[in-house]
């Protein structure tokens, strides 16, 4: 059973920045489809940004040019650098590990917080 603990989340002022970090138990960031959620309180789960295998990047509009997500294969761990935070951003934010060919795989993290404020 593959194991993801998000990691890196906390209390930063409108402007601040964090980078979240999402460690596998086993080497799947480099084969997976990677991705960040986010949930805010009384809101539907929202896709932040997304890697795949091969490297390419997808961001939500409302996060593009202020998050970058990469990964770190040897460790095993994924990164959601976070720019320019705004308070909308707060969340809790989820990483998630996706595979589907001829069997789906579908693994997720306990979430970190992130708050906003001033």
């Known amino acids: 059973q593959v194991r993801l603990v998000e990691s890196g989340g906390g209390l930063v002022q409108p402007g601040g920045s964090l980078r979240l970090s999402c460690a596998a138990s086993?080497?799947?960031?480099?084969?997976?489809?990677m991705f960040w959620y986010r949930q805010a309180p009384e809101k539907q789960r929202e896709l932040a940004a997304c890697?795949?295998?091969?490297?390419?990047?997808n961001y939500a509009d409302s996060v593009k040019g202020r998050f970058t997500i990469s990964r770190d294969n040897g460790k095993n761990t994924v990164y959601l650098q976070m720019n320019s935070l705004k308070p909308e951003d707060a969340a809790v934010y989820f990483c998630?590990?996706?595979?589907?060919?001829?069997?789906?795989?579908?693994?997720w993290g306990q979430g970190t917080q992130v708050t906003v404020s001033s």
């Open positions: 998630n590990a996706h595979y589907s060919t001829i069997v789906t795989r579908d693994y």
């Open positions: 890697m795949t295998p091969d490297g390419r990047k």
């Open positions: 086993s080497s799947i960031v480099s084969a997976y489809d």
